[in-house]
């Protein structure tokens, strides 16, 4: 649909580069290129990067003009492709002028579509797709935020509003999802689930050294606890038998993840796993894995049962990086299970901003509230650089210096490694 062609390409080695062009009768594409996985048994050294939150109203793609650039075995995309309504305001030339109201608000297919063309008219997010292998998975504004499974976000009181309470709905929700995912799937390399068109989730086999493992957090949830409370206390995000992943997933993640021979297992969550709490034990958002910490606990309780080593989680949404140590809770008081490095945003802005507390009184919540993350910069917007090998793995967060002015280059801000068989965290 929307003149996208998807072609599964078959006999190509691995480990290799490769180039590509599309052509027509009249014409033919820019050159792009990407390197093909290696073998199932090589357990060669792997560098991997990953990104979400690509709101273009709120600024430019200088992560992706670096990210273009980095040497990279792999490109993953954790979510927040398109922000299907206004969120941000920023540089004046970044306005998103799609939707029938040329306000950026888009409910029927053929506003997904406009969406996605829009955004990837961006040249820098195009030299970025064309220069790396790459995998997506979505997250709440490819459809609508923070929406869950067939229904708005817990906190839509009237079902003829969206975009709290604020946003007339002219296409009720499920089918606003409909299209949403139809347009995701035009738009993205990715071929559909034969019988399970929707389907997301799966696993990535990168040679014998890792497995990443994608899952899918939207569309078959409950909806968030407590009407979506950010900061206040929700005693109802323990309460079992409330869904995250749905039956299936939870049941194939359960299964697929202890059973990888692979020597990491990379997990890449759209949301963060941990716990972010306002103070200690008080859950900060409901729409992350904390408004649902029975299964949360019932999942990585069973992993810890399984002997699970080597359990790295990279994630996203949240727009803010962050680095820490999993506990079976998502707490301290956990059995130690794996790490997880939360990634950042490419553009979108973070909790200063949303929350209307500055990143030093954050900084101060984080130290008291949450002794299980080691580092977190609520202010910068980039991207993670993973290096895999067999006995270890380093994150590096990347950050542009300003989303407000183009062409403004990447530098490291902080740098992470877990060894194989110790799941603790450590800054280098």
């Known amino acids: 649909g929307d003149f996208t062609v998807h072609e599964r390409i078959n006999g190509l080695k691995p480990g290799e580069e490769y180039y590509y062009r599309f052509e027509t009768k009249k014409t033919e594409s820019r050159v792009g290129r990407f390197r093909t996985l290696p073998p199932a048994d090589s357990m060669q050294s792997l560098k991997l990067a990953y990104f979400s939150c690509q709101d273009y109203e709120a600024g430019y793609y200088n992560a992706h003009a670096a990210l273009a650039k980095e040497d990279l075995d792999l490109l993953i995309f954790l979510g927040d492709y398109v922000y299907e309504h206004k969120y941000y305001d920023g540089p004046a030339d970044r306005v998103d002028k799609t939707g029938p109201n040329k306000d950026g608000d888009v409910q029927t297919l053929d506003e997904y579509r406009e969406k996605y063309r829009f955004y990837q008219s961006d040249p820098d997010l195009q030299d970025l797709q064309a220069a790396h292998a790459f995998v997506s998975v979505w997250d709440d504004h490819e459809v609508e935020d923070n929406y869950a499974g067939n229904e708005a976000d817990s906190k839509q009181k009237d079902p003829n509003f969206e975009n709290d309470n604020m946003t007339p709905r002219r296409v009720p929700v499920e089918q606003r999802r409909k299209n949403g995912y139809k347009a995701f799937f035009e738009a993205m390399p990715r071929i559909r689930t034969h019988g ?175 002794p299980h993350t080691i580092f977190a910069d609520f202010e910068s917007r980039g991207y993670c650089v993973v290096t895999v090998s067999k006995d270890s793995v380093v994150g590096q967060f990347r950050a542009v210096g300003s989303t407000q002015q183009p062409h403004s280059p990447a530098h490291n801000l902080a740098k992470f490694k877990v060894e194989a068989g110790s799941p603790e965290l450590h800054q280098i």
């Not at 697929?256 to 297992?265: G, I």
């Not at 973070?350 to 984080?366: F, H, K, N, T």
């Open 196 to 370: 399970d068109k929707n389907r997301i989730y799966g696993s990535v086999r990168i040679g014998g050294t890792a497995e990443l493992f994608l899952t899918d957090q939207r569309q078959y949830r409950d909806q968030q606890p407590c009407m979506d409370v950010r900061l206040d206390p929700c005693p109802d995000d323990l309460e079992p038998g409330r869904t995250y992943l749905g039956s299936r997933q939870k049941a194939w993640f359960k299964h697929a993840v202890p059973n990888s021979n692979a020597k990491w297992k990379l997990w890449g969550s759209e949301t963060m796993v941990m716990a972010l709490d306002a103070t200690p034990g008080n859950h900060a958002n409901q729409d992350q894995w904390d408004g649902y910490s029975a299964e949360r606990e019932e999942v990585l309780g069973h992993f810890h049962d399984k002997g699970l080593k080597n359990l790295v989680v990279l994630s996203g949404d949240i727009h803010t990086f962050i680095a820490g140590n999993l506990g079976t809770n998502g707490e301290q008081s956990g059995d130690p299970i794996g790490v997880e490095l939360v990634g950042g945003s490419a553009t979108s802005l973070g909790l200063p901003e949303e929350l209307g507390y500055p990143a030093s009184v954050l900084e101060i919540l984080r130290q008291q509230a949450d």
